[in-house]
């Protein structure tokens, strides 16, 4: 069974920086891509950033220049340095990988983890 586990989500000061991240475990056959999403109360899950198997990357407009990510492939590892926050940062950070396992391809998604931008 392929799980997703995040971490490094905790309460911030503006300004400051926090690093996720995110590890695949299980039978994992191919990986396409993995990213970060995130949800602020009251708000649609909204992409933050996506590394492909090119080597390609998508980032949010609102966090562009601000945060980065990048991946292990090996260790089935993404993360996410996020710098310069903002309390408009904060939300529930989700972990997202389009993968192939013995069910076949598909998107999976991890439990989340907290980012809290407060003074």
């Known amino acids: 069974q392929v799980r997703l586990v995040e971490s490094g989500g905790g309460l911030v000061q503006p300004g400051g920086s926090l690093r996720l991240s995110c590890a695949a475990s299980g039978t994992i056959w191919n990986t396409n891509s993995m990213g970060w999403y995130r949800q602020a109360p009251g708000k649609q899950r909204d992409m933050v950033a996506v590394t492909y198997n090119n080597g390609g990357t998508s980032y949010a407009d609102s966090v562009k220049g601000r945060f980065t990510i990048s991946r292990d492939i090996a260790k089935k590892t993404v993360f996410l340095q996020m710098n310069s926050l903002t309390p408009g940062d904060t939300a529930v950070y989700y972990c997202?990988?389009?993968?192939?396992?013995?069910?076949?391809?598909?998107?999976?998604w991890g439990q989340g983890t907290r980012v809290t931008v407060s003074s």
């Open positions: 997202q990988a389009n993968l192939q396992s013995p069910s076949g391809w598909g998107n999976y």
